[in-house]
């Protein structure tokens, strides 16, 4: 049975080298659509393809799909947990690293002439800081592995794990988020965007924090305040400030700012994650349907 294949992400050319191998054109109506989290996959766009049964996103995190739209008609949403942890993970330790060594500070001053290294001793090694974990998931354990091997102290919130597990990754068991932030000099955020964790940091949250602490957040822009973070920095509150995701995404004019690092939602985007998301995609959507597909 012929199937009709629509992409409308940015994938990995080996999904369409995959599905072009078939040699059978597509034709009638969608019925499969692969999909990033930067698309809306609404209620409108389920109703104007009558055909669709699946949905299949290269990501982890699904808040961008119209769940309940997609039961109503039967459509399953295939997604791919953990295929791009690694990059996410590998760049918030970036980014605990140029945060805490001023990197971008340092920078500025370089490219205006200024040769500034009086207080250099003044910044610290990875081992001297807490680091709170927000969500021990799929990335949040890979940052508490690499935050291990710079001898952070690491420790975490996450209600969906075990104590077992929370020894397995790496990280002691914080019950509360509020002990959690009390005693982060770091804290990233690794939690999928729900009801629950909707705007979860906010500014009574934030003024909790230790008072020159940093916050990440390479998750959701919606889990975070973002207004709230950026005044706490204005208002030095915070020592530094990373955002990979934002609300809304691209986001409005935001402070230029040395402490703040921005990065236009590119956490998980390497040559290797996506080579790996082509790839186990088009499994997951053969196996699904039960024949090749082909483009």
């Known amino acids: 049975m012929r199937k009709k294949l629509l992409i409308a992400a940015d994938v990995d050319p080996s999904l369409h080298e995959r599905a072009a191998a078939d040699g059978r054109a597509i034709v009638g109506d969608c019925e499969v659509l692969v999909t990033r989290s930067f698309n809306r996959v609404t209620r409108r766009v389920i109703d104007r393809a009558p055909?669709?049964?699946?949905?299949?996103?290269?990501?982890?995190?699904?808040?961008?799909?119209?769940?309940?739209?997609?039961?109503e008609r039967g459509i399953t949403i295939l997604n791919l947990p953990g295929a791009n942890a690694d990059a996410v993970a590998e760049l918030v330790i970036g980014f605990m690293i140029a945060l805490t060594r001023t990197v971008p500070a340092y920078t500025r001053d370089l490219a205006r002439g200024v040769w500034n290294r009086d207080d250099c001793a003044t910044r610290h090694e990875l081992r001297h800081y807490r680091l709170g974990i927000v969500g021990l998931g799929e990335v949040g354990r890979r940052v508490a592995r690499l935050a291990a091997l710079f001898l952070m102290r690491v420790a975490a919130i996450d209600p969906y794990i075990t104590d077992s597990d929370f020894a397995e990754r790496?990280?002691?068991?914080?019950?509360?988020?509020?002990?959690?932030?009390?005693?982060?000099?770091?804290?990233?955020?690794?939690?999928?965007?729900?009801?629950?964790?909707?705007?979860?940091?906010g500014a009574p949250q934030i003024a909790t924090m230790p008072r020159g602490s940093f916050l990440i957040n390479a998750a959701r822009g919606e889990v975070l305040d973002q207004q709230a973070?950026?005044?706490?920095?204005?208002?030095?509150?915070?020592?530094?400030?990373?955002?990979?995701?934002?609300?809304?995404?691209?986001?409005?004019?935001?402070?230029?700012?040395?402490?703040?690092?921005?990065?236009?939602?590119?956490?998980?985007?390497?040559?290797?994650?996506?080579?790996?998301?082509?790839?186990?995609?088009?499994?997951?959507?053969?196996?699904?349907?039960?024949?090749?597909?082909?483009?």
């Open 170 to 201: 790496g990280a002691t068991h914080i019950h509360s988020l509020d002990a959690l932030l009390q005693n982060s000099d770091i804290l990233t955020l690794h939690v999928p965007l729900t009801n629950e964790t909707r705007r979860m940091i």
């Open 51 to 71: 055909h669709l049964k699946l949905i299949a996103q290269g990501t982890s995190g699904t808040d961008n799909i119209d769940h309940a739209a997609a039961h």
């Open 229 to 295: 973070a950026v005044d706490a920095l204005r208002a030095n509150h915070l020592g530094g400030l990373a955002l990979d995701v934002f609300d809304p995404e691209p986001p409005p004019t935001l402070p230029d700012d040395p402490r703040l690092i921005l990065t236009p939602h590119v956490g998980g985007c390497t040559h290797e994650a996506k080579a790996a998301i082509g790839a186990k995609l088009f499994d997951k959507i053969a196996a699904f349907m039960g024949s090749q597909l082909s483009l």
